[in-house]
């Protein structure tokens, strides 16, 4: 059962939120936030997809007007499975299953079998409990076991090939629920858009995806970095390709999500040119891609702006504390820079409870490098209390989209160090346009996991109080001609009407 938090029966836009807006702060939560707040005369719905009901704390936002309908769904909850009881599959329905699951395995598959567009295939004719319990599942996952990784453990195949297939039967009993809405959008692929893809092939209603980060490319780098992969007791005496069968069944498996959802969605927008390319080479059609960059509502920043009048010997690095975000880096330049500028601060302003162990080891590591007074983990922080203070923003990460809080920095007059990801070199050094290269550096773009070199660019900007200017300058111009809120709403006002326009021609044909 969902948690309904509010109820409509007038949505024009349906947003699926995974794991986002609006029980976690920052990064996509804040532009879903931006998005609703910004076109007040829409109707918006939530959707949300999480893990487990108890992953989850209290809502963190103030919930707007305009936001009218608000519901929650968690997909690897225990009392979402059905009750074990014994059944059976036919040999038709066999067959169904046998086609999906190497259509899902089979990352160079583009050709999309219809029914497993239908939702009636998954609700009525190959269910949830015939998957789970049913003799011939059983027989389905042994075979393919023996024929595929004999030499894994089955206890590690057989359940992950049950974690990979369950959630398929729990978004499709969630698709025939969800009613009252217009148009759909989902700002990921992955399970947000696999339902938002059912919808639209269900009703045939316009379907809108925005991709921050690329979701497959994400969860590739998770999974590489996986600890539950491996079982830690008997690691040592199991191949290694035992353990990258594993992670390879995972790995396609969002790659299906993922062409699954491009062949439904249209437009399907990205934030800048490199993960439009990203895109098409996992599937989408180029005719239907689309880039809109995010934007910052510059009045937010102009006290910031205008107060500062000296660099401020601090650090920040505003994100979560994962490994993604490599924040293991930062602290050992942070080492670096400490054995020149005795007073520097760095911050680590993020929550903590999506990976507690690598959180903990971030905090041992500060400890073993004499850094405590130094680094500081601040949690969750408003961004312009943690803007006001800080000399440079900074990003460590190892995969990105395109930040928020680059851009948010510029917009307080804060030059940027961070890694070659994303679209943060064209944050940085322009590449919009030749303009936009002519404005000049905004900061400095180092390599992935380098502390020396970040500790260097860091060092070059803090002591050059000339350079400075410089880059806080550029800063400031690329924000007011390229990424404010202003371009950004009007950009999905314009999306969202053309949608409207089609969801009238549905109902009228």
Same mark, same amino acid.
């Given at each position: ?15 699926? =939120?995974?794991?986002?807006? +609006? ?6 939560s /804040?532009?879903?936030?931006?998005l ?14 999480g ?7 209290? !809502? ?45 395995k ?8 219809e ?11 190959? /269910? ?5 319990? &049913?003799s011939e599942?059983?027989?389905f996952?042994?075979?393919n076991?023996n ?10 195949y057989?359940? /992950?090939?049950?974690n990979?297939?369950? +959630?398929? $039967? ?16 989902s700002?990921? /692929?992955?399970?947000?858009g ?12 316009p ?19 996986a ?15 035992e353990v990258?069968?594993?992670? *390879? ?8 999500l ?5 062949? =439904?969605?249209?437009? !399907?927008i ?13 599937? =989408?059609?180029?005719?239907? *891609?689309?880039i809109i +960059?995010?934007?910052?509502d ?5 006290k ?10 601090v ?29 520097i ?11 507690p162990?690598? =959180?903990?080891?971030? @905090? ?31 990003l ?10 680059i ?42 996991a ?14 050059? @109080?000339d350079?400075?200017r410089?880059?806080?300058? &550029? ?23 053309e949608?409207?326009?089609? $969801?009238q ?5």
């Amino acid at each position: 059962m969902g948690l309904y938090i509010k109820k409509s029966d007038n949505i024009d836009v349906l947003i699926i =939120a995974e794991g986002t807006f +609006p029980y976690i702060k920052g990064g996509v939560s /804040t532009w879903i936030y931006q998005l609703i707040t910004g076109i007040p005369d829409i109707n918006f719905g939530v959707v949300f997809l999480g893990s487990r009901r108890e992953d989850y704390d209290e !809502i963190k936002y103030d919930l707007p007007k305009n936001l009218v309908h608000l519901e929650a769904h968690f997909l690897f909850d225990e009392v979402e499975k059905p009750q074990i009881e014994e059944t059976k599959i036919s040999d038709e329905d066999l067959m169904y299953i046998n086609e999906l699951h190497h259509w899902f395995k089979s990352s160079k598959r583009f050709y999309l079998p219809e029914y497993i567009k239908n939702l009636d295939f998954y609700n009525n004719k190959v /269910t949830l409990d015939k998957f789970l319990y &049913s003799s011939e599942a059983w027989e389905f996952i042994l075979e393919n076991y023996n024929k595929n990784s004999p030499d894994q453990s089955f206890i590690d195949y057989f359940w /992950t090939v049950r974690n990979i297939h369950i +959630p398929i $039967w729990v978004v499709a009993k969630l698709a025939k629920q969800i009613e009252n809405y217009k148009i759909i959008h989902s700002p990921s /692929t992955g399970y947000a858009g696999f339902l938002g893809a059912l919808l639209h092939f269900d009703t045939g209603k316009p379907f809108i995806l925005t991709e921050h980060g690329i979701y497959t490319r994400e969860r590739k780098i998770d999974l590489l970095n996986a600890d539950w992969i491996e079982d830690r007791r008997t690691i040592i005496q199991r191949e290694i390709g035992e353990v990258e069968y594993v992670r *390879t069944m995972w790995v396609s498996f969002f790659e299906g999500l993922g062409r699954f959802t491009y062949s =439904a969605a249209d437009p !399907i927008i990205s934030l800048f040119d490199k993960a439009r390319d990203i895109q098409i080479s996992y599937g =989408a059609p180029p005719e239907k *891609t689309k880039i809109i +960059p995010n934007g910052v509502d510059l009045k937010r920043f102009e006290k910031i702006l205008n107060k500062k009048d000296k660099i401020p010997p601090v650090i920040s690095l505003i994100g979560r504390v994962v490994p993604i975000k490599d924040i293991k880096t930062f602290i050992k330049a942070i080492r670096v820079v400490a054995n020149h500028i005795e007073n520097i601060q760095g911050w680590i302003v993020g929550p903590e409870d999506e990976d507690p162990d690598y =959180a903990r080891e971030c @905090r041992f590591l500060v400890e073993t490098l004499n850094l405590e007074e130094n680094i500081k983990f601040l949690g969750f922080k408003e961004v312009e209390d943690v803007l006001s203070e800080t000399g440079i923003v900074t990003l460590t990460s190892i995969s990105e989209g395109m930040p928020l809080v680059i851009i948010e920095g510029f917009a307080a007059g804060i030059p940027a160090v961070t890694t070659d990801v994303g679209s943060c070199r064209q944050l940085i050094y322009g590449g919009i346009d030749e303009e936009d290269i002519n404005i000049g550096k905004a900061g400095e773009v180092v390599p992935i996991a380098n502390p020396t070199a970040l500790a260097e660019a860091y060092l070059k900007i803090l002591t050059d @109080r000339d350079l400075y200017r410089k880059y806080k300058s &550029s800063a400031i111009e690329r924000v007011k001609k390229y990424y404010t809120i202003e371009n950004f709403i009007e950009s999905y006002r314009g999306i969202y009407k053309e949608a409207l326009s089609k $969801w009238q021609e549905l109902v009228l044909s």
